[in-house]
């Protein structure tokens, strides 16, 4: 994916702002890795699991008239997986140490999900244009020279 550098940027400097991140997984909604900070967790699996998770989160919100999913938040006894939307195409998955401050975790993760979900997005939405045919290339704008004519008449007798 063309933007998978700008996406794992992304992951970077989120870590750089919350120093309780311990990974960071963009996926697909389809559960296919777009980019990942996490040493020590399976990308592949992980992002499977987002998307199986996701499934299901998407049904109770349907289900219970909250409308369209934003986020969702898992505490184990070790941290937190907290899961946001990124646009139409993506998700975000965060893990974090239990001692984050949540309300900085969905600060920085809401806003992380927002840039990611603008590249994904904009690289769906390039992907999915239709081709356009190659157009001849341009034509200097200037006037042609232009030469004297001189015209003859013929007369008759």
């Not at 998978?4 to 960071?24: F, K, M, Y």
């Not at 946001?84 to 401050?101: F, I, K, P, Q």
């Not at 341009?138 to 020279?145: D, I, V």
Request: proline share 6%.
């Amino acid at each position: 994916m063309a933007a998978e550098p700008e996406i794992l940027a992304e992951l970077h400097r989120l870590r750089a702002r919350l120093p309780q991140l311990t990974g960071a997984v963009a996926a697909g909604r389809d559960g296919l890795v777009l980019a990942h900070d996490a040493p020590g967790v399976e990308p592949d699996g992980l992002s499977a699991l987002t998307a199986t998770t996701l499934a299901v989160a998407i049904g109770m919100t349907e289900a219970t008239g909250r409308g369209e999913l934003r986020e969702l938040l898992i505490r184990g006894e070790r941290g937190y997986v907290a899961t946001y939307a990124a646009g139409r195409h993506a998700v975000l998955t965060l893990l974090t140490e239990d001692r984050v401050n949540v309300g900085r975790l969905h600060l920085e993760g809401r806003r992380a999900g927002a840039r990611i979900g603008e590249l994904v997005d904009a690289h769906e939405a390039l992907a999915q244009a239709p081709a356009r045919p190659a157009t001849p290339p341009r034509h200097s704008t200037r006037p042609l020279p232009t030469r004297a004519v001189t015209a003859r008449t013929t007369t008759e007798n």
